[in-house]
Structure formats: C-alpha cells, structure tokens
Nanobody, 117 residues
C-alpha cells in the first residue's frame, strides 16, 4: 500500500520560510509525477508545483520565484521550499503522487501552513 506522509508545516510570519517534505512508502508506481497542492477553506485544491522523475519541474505563477520543488528518487521524497511567504499562502498543503502510465494516484493527509501578517 502506497502512503504519503507530509511534514514541515506550521506558523510563520510574512517574509519567512518553511520547508515541506513528503515521504513515500510502499510500492509506488514509476515513472511518476509528484507534486504539492494547496487548499484554503471554501476554495478548490490548486496545484503549487509538479516534478517528474528526471527533475523537470513547474510551479504555479502565484509562487514562482518564491517556492522551489525538488525530489529525491532514492529517498522517495519530494520537498517544497517556501520562501518570502505571504498571508495568502496560508492553506492546507497536500502531497500528491500520480503514475505517468496508469491511473494510480495517491494523496497525503496534508499539513497546515499559516502565514501571519
């Protein structure tokens, strides 16, 4: 059974930094797309960043230049470095893994990020 466990969320002041980490356990599909999504109350879950096995990555325009996504295939982890945080970055952040060659998809339980002004 594939499980994704996030860590690293918390409360930070505007302008500060946080690093989220997601560890994958179990027989994860390969190749895969891993990513981070976020959701605020009353809003849809939105993509923050995606990264594939070779390290090619994209991030949402709203976080470009502030957030960096990375993955370590050997350790089965995907990280999200968040700098210059803004109050509007406050959300529940979720880790996602999606197979590139099948419909397999997995989500973590999420971790809360709160940015105070």
């Amino acid at each position: 059974q594939v499980q994704l466990v996030e860590s690293g969320g918390g409360l930070v002041q505007a302008g500060g930094s946080l690093r989220l980490s997601c560890r994958v356990s179990g027989s994860a599909p390969s190749p895969s797309i891993m990513g981070w999504f976020r959701q605020s109350p009353g809003d849809q879950r939105k993509m923050v960043g995606l990264i594939i096995d070779d390290g090619s990555a994209v991030v949402a325009d709203s976080v470009k230049g502030r957030f960096t996504i990375s993955r370590d295939n050997a350790k089965s982890t995907v990280d999200l470095q968040m700098d210059s945080l803004k109050p509007e970055d406050t959300a529940h952040y979720y880790c996602n893994l999606r197979a590139q060659r099948s419909s397999e998809e997995y989500w973590g339980q999420g971790t809360q990020v709160t940015v105070s002004s």
